[in-house]
């Protein structure tokens, strides 16, 4: 499968990619350089002391994890906010969350700012204030109580150490004693002070939990917040560069989305496979001015270069196809106007002259005439007064310069075109004109007009015209469904507005004649000047057909 179909759309739309890109990049680094960097400062509250226990439980972890969700909706509301507003002195608070670890006793606050240091600030006193809400405060009025309970414990510890150094001291007495009533009596002190110490111990445990070191709902600001010193994201120039890729992947989605909704035809190959026929003539781009009345052909500009070689070639293949029947008449027709079919006539006439052939060269687009504009003669009178009988049909019939063509004008536009064409009068005007000429080259009205189809089924053969870029399919469609219609002979169809690579693809004739002048060199070109057109079901003639190529667009110069 060839890529080279899928890579046009972004060939020909280049500019407007590389307009997209630019277009995302300036943007993207303008916004982005007016936007403020922000910062995100961090710190975390642990709940509980379980993690310093040296056997936790189970049910402490899910309670600790339970009260760090109850920490972190306390430090939302709106106690924690203005206590924290009314600390730093500030009217509003910077965005900030607060949200507990999963599966864990902590609870963190992220605070984003423009400020570092205002970051930094808001989130030690958001902690603070959460921690100020808590039975772990040291400025509440338990405080008094704390220090009393602290002291009990104390006092309670050195008790329970004396108590166990009494028993040691009892138990080492109770092994050197031999009397009964000694042992006895030693034995029952013993039992006293086991349960003296048993009892100082269970009081010990109950004040314990009841103090700050001992108690589970209580907070502690284990991390801080430091001060930031990198922005938060990535950094501008990343998103600028993710911006221009955006806007490019953007801009060849509309270029492909342009292509998809062109309905025109892009390329040769397409032409052939949706009209069938052959291609007689492939011309690209070129500029040919208007030649002024009795001007020889051999002062054309086109002449000797590789346009006049392309119709050189045009002509060379027309006589391969009349090989098994002549050609005496030939209609030069497009689909739609503006697709060169006037210019593709008007040089394809000047080629068989220039040759010593006798050409005629009528105007028969009847409605919007435009020889005369191309070769520079008047119209005041023409084909439409031969109809009305003003004019004696070789009276009209005006030499042009110093050559072999004869040249009629279409003449001042009558009311009623397809009727005149379709006469059994137009048959005796082409009669009249065969006998002073060697080919009669007509210049038809496009085929969204019934003229076209009216003078198809009049002519030995028909040349279509085939724009690049401008000629619709459905107008090629119904330009070769009214052809069926007729019975017109199609001798093939040139290609119009092919683009420099294309004409470069096929070998043309641009860098032989110096129309690629600017170019670089490429080495010897690997294809011929002329090559062998491609094989067709409808090619006229039954043997080969040559393609001319050139970097010639007649549709520069055309007017109808």
């Not at 972004?10 to 277009?23: D, H, S």
């Not at 002391?49 to 972890?61: D, G």
């Not at 589970?216 to 560069?241: C, D, F, H, K, Y």
């Not at 690209?284 to 000797?304: D, M, Q, R, V, Y």
Request: aromatic letters at 4%.
């Amino acid at each position: 499968m060839a890529i080279q179909p899928y890579l046009d759309p972004l060939r020909k739309w280049w500019w407007m990619i590389l307009a997209a890109t630019a277009v995302g990049v300036v943007s993207s680094a303008l916004l982005l350089r007016s936007q403020p960097a922000t910062y995100q400062a961090q710190a975390t509250l642990m709940i509980g002391r379980t993690v310093l226990e040296p056997n936790p439980t189970s049910a402490q972890f899910g309670l600790d994890a339970q009260l760090a969700g109850t920490y972190a909706e306390l430090a939302r509301r709106d106690p924690v906010r203005n206590a924290t507003m009314e600390a730093l002195g500030l009217k509003r608070l910077p965005v900030y969350t607060t949200l507990p670890v999963p599966d864990a006793q902590l609870v963190e606050i992220l605070v984003t700012d423009t400020s570092p240091q205002r970051a930094q600030a808001v989130a030690n006193e958001l902690a603070n204030q959460v921690i100020r809400l808590s039975p772990s405060d040291a400025n509440t009025d338990q405080q008094g109580r704390q220090q009393f309970v602290g002291t009990q414990l104390d006092y309670m510890q050195s008790s329970i150490q004396q108590v166990q150094s009494d028993l040691y001291t009892k138990q080492k007495e109770l092994a050197g004693l031999s009397s009964a009533v000694d042992i006895a009596r030693a034995q029952d002190n013993l039992n006293a002070l086991q349960t003296k110490l048993s009892a100082m111990q269970t009081n010990y445990a109950s004040l314990l939990s009841n103090s700050s070191g001992g108690a589970t709902n209580v907070l502690s600001l284990i991390e801080p917040a430091s001060l930031p010193s990198q922005p938060l994201g990535p950094s501008n120039r990343l998103l600028t560069l993710l911006a221009g890729l955006a806007a490019c992947i953007l801009g060849c989605g509309t270029a492909y989305l342009l292509e998809y909704m062109d309905t025109s035809l892009k390329t040769p190959e397409e032409a052939m496979q949706l009209l069938h026929l052959p291609v007689i003539g492939l011309l690209g781009e070129f500029h040919a001015p208007a030649l002024g009345a009795g001007e020889s052909p051999l002062a054309n500009p086109l002449n000797g270069s590789a346009a006049m070689e392309a119709f050189r070639s045009l002509w060379t293949n027309l006589e391969f196809a009349a090989v098994d029947k002549p050609l005496h008449t030939i209609l030069v027709a497009s689909p739609g106007p503006w697709e060169g079919k006037t210019t593709v006539a008007v040089n394809l006439a000047l080629v068989m002259a220039q040759a010593g052939k006798r050409v005629a060269l009528m105007d028969a687009d009847m409605r919007r005439p435009g020889i005369h504009k191309v070769l520079g003669i008047p119209n005041q009178a023409g084909l439409s007064d031969v109809f009305l009988g003003r004019k004696e049909t070789f009276g009209e019939l005006t030499t042009w310069g110093d050559t072999t063509l004869l040249v009629i004008p279409a003449g001042a536009p009558p009311p009623n075109p397809t009727e005149l064409l379709s006469s059994h009068r137009m048959d005796q005007i082409l009669v009249a004109v065969r006998e002073r000429a060697d080919i009669v080259i007509i210049d038809g009205p496009p085929f969204v007009l019934a003229d076209a189809s009216v003078l198809a089924s009049k002519v030995d053969g028909v040349i279509l015209i085939a724009r690049l870029g401008y000629t619709l399919r459905s107008a090629a469609r119904t330009m070769q469904a009214q052809l069926a219609r007729t019975g017109a002979r199609v001798v093939g169809m040139v290609v119009n507005g092919a683009s420099r690579r294309q004409l470069d693809d096929l070998g043309g004739y641009g860098s032989y004649y110096g129309y690629n002048s600017e170019a670089k060199e490429h080495g010897p070109r690997r294809k011929s000047l002329v090559l062998t057109a491609l094989k067709s079901e409808a090619k006229p003639s039954g043997g080969e057909t040559a393609v001319a190529i050139s970097s010639a667009d007649p549709s520069k110069s055309e007017v109808t």
